[in-house]
């Protein structure tokens, strides 16, 4: 039993995973007068939360609150008891205090301004359908200053935590990655067991054990079990290998949306050297997306850059497979010789690998990633399809462009432009931001145990086990990283101190 281990090292909290939602759990600890450790399996902390955009949705009017949280739990399709969203929504509010008292600020950021785009579209309220009809949201991402000097959002928070874990002298052990939650006889969390220097070491929990593992985007065994698109990608920390979830199975945790996730369509270059892809941008008129039967499945312009998943998890019965996985884009020279495809505010091969798209995709089209089609008939076989199929699709998408007026998808009138050759052809894959599932939690934070009561000391926070299930509302995540990791902090520092066993 945990009992008769004697601990490697003792504190009040040990925090597993750092990452954003890691690093507000670590301080709000702290800060309430809890002794903090964090482990982290890499030697490079940060997670997703470094290479992300951290975009957060925020209501325009404070009043609307109510109305946030009416909408965002019509949006989980109530695979989330309302609870957790009223107390998601309630710590929202409070993130752009919280954050100025860090040192850093919030601003609105206008995606159609600032980096005006065609295809990656981001609705602020993604799902415009679900009342209450008269509620506005806008985005926020901490703004760039002197105190928060780098390019993208998530390594400005991430540096900005960093800094105040440094500064307060809260230890991180890099390079340790927890095997195992320890519960005693009587189902107390005690600790952790971790692997320290090669060694299984046991790490003593006198309050409490904050899980923020991450997701599972770089399972493959995890992601074919439970996710809808096969296969799938990944844009974020390839450490996000799924190890919480066998630690949360063996600590007795019930799991929920692990069906779920966040991704776009995007590019993975192929060979070892690239596991992770990019998220790709179209930012003129003459492109379509069409599947491995060569026809078009969705209106180019209006697929949330949350949803891909989504709209490419449909199994074709006929040909018996994901027809839409791989699916094609197809443009004209005009975007293939214009602005970057690739984005660069957010991904690990942005942020960790620091590749930069080149200004006009030259560097991709010399690499093979952009390919090139003289005629149709060169264009079906880089695709693999009949001739007939694509050219009859290309026939239809250019008259309808001639037409103005989009009858299959409704795409709007000014993004219709006809594409004449020569093609330009990128395979594209549904990319994670990140997956949702993970052990099951209340609204204190507190991991939900298989006989559907709290685990005594053990919470957890961020994409580890997330609230969002069923459908996502874009820039909800990382809000909730913080949001959830504040109160995961909060109330392990809170909880009474455990007796040590004679």
Not at 415 to 426: D, R
Not at 458 to 469: C, P, T, Y
Not at 471 to 480: A, G, K, M, W
Request: one cysteine or more.
């Amino acid at each position: 039993m945990a009992s008769m281990i004697a601990p490697s090292r003792e504190v009040d909290v040990v925090v597993a995973g750092y990452g954003a939602a890691g690093g507000t759990a670590a301080l709000t600890a702290h800060d309430a007068g809890a002794e903090v450790l964090i482990l982290e399996k890499l030697d490079q902390p940060g997670g997703n939360s470094l290479v992300s955009s951290a975009m957060m949705i925020f209501p325009t009017d404070p009043s609307q609150a109510p109305r946030l949280a009416e909408y965002l739990h019509r949006v989980t399709c109530e695979t989330t008891d309302r609870s957790l969203i009223d107390t998601f929504v309630e710590g929202l509010m409070k993130n752009p205090e919280w954050f100025e008292s860090l040192g850093g600020e919030l601003e609105t950021y206008d995606y159609t301004k600032v980096d005006p785009t065609i295809s990656y579209y981001i609705p602020n309220k993604t799902f415009y359908a679900i009342p209450p009809m008269d509620l506005t949201l806008e985005l926020r991402h901490l703004k760039q200053t002197a105190r928060c000097p780098q390019p993208t959002g998530g390594a400005r928070v991430w540096h900005l935590l960093d800094g105040h874990i440094r500064k307060r002298g809260i230890p991180v052990w890099t390079g340790t990655p927890v095997l195992d939650v320890v519960r005693d006889r009587d189902g107390e969390v005690t600790g952790v067991m971790a692997l320290r220097n090669k060694e299984r070491v046991f790490i003593r929990a006198r309050r409490g054990v904050v899980l923020t593992c991450g997701g599972f985007e770089y399972n493959e065994a995890l992601k074919w079990q439970y996710l809808g698109p096969k296969p799938i990608g990944a844009l974020g920390s390839p450490g996000n290998t799924g190890d919480g979830i066998g630690i949360a199975i063996r600590a007795g945790a019930d799991l929920w949306h692990m069906y779920a996730e966040a991704s776009t369509l995007g590019f993975r270059p192929p060979g070892d050297e690239w596991q992770a892809g990019f998220a790709l941008t179209v930012r003129r008129p003459g492109f379509m997306y069409v599947d491995k039967l060569g026809q078009r499945f969705v209106n180019e312009a209006r697929l949330e850059a949350h949803n891909a998943g989504v709209a490419t998890a449909v199994f074709n019965l006929q040909t018996y497979d994901f027809s839409r996985i791989p699916a094609y884009l197809i443009m004209d020279g005009e975007n293939a010789h214009g602005k970057p495809l690739g984005m660069n505010i957010f991904s690990y091969n942005v942020v960790v690998k620091g590749y930069q798209w080149s200004a006009d995709n030259s560097k991709e089209i010399a690499a093979g990633w952009i390919k090139v089609a003289r005629s149709v008939a060169e264009l079906a076989r880089l695709i693999g399809t009949p001739e007939d199929a694509i050219g009859e699709t290309l026939m239809r998408y250019n008259s309808h462009c001639l037409a103005g007026v989009d009858p299959d998808f409704g795409r709007p009138i000014e993004t219709l432009k006809p594409i004449e050759p020569p093609y330009y052809v990128m395979v594209l894959h549904p990319l994670m931001y990140n997956t949702q599932g993970g052990p099951r939690r209340d609204c204190e934070a507190r991991v939900i145990g298989t006989d559907g009561r709290p685990i005594p000391r053990l919470f957890a926070a961020g994409e580890f086990g997330s609230i969002w299930g069923f459908r996502y509302q874009t820039s909800t995540n990382f809000s909730e990283t913080i949001v959830y990791g504040r109160l995961a902090g909060q109330n392990a520092a809170a909880a009474k101190v455990l007796v040590a066993a004679v």
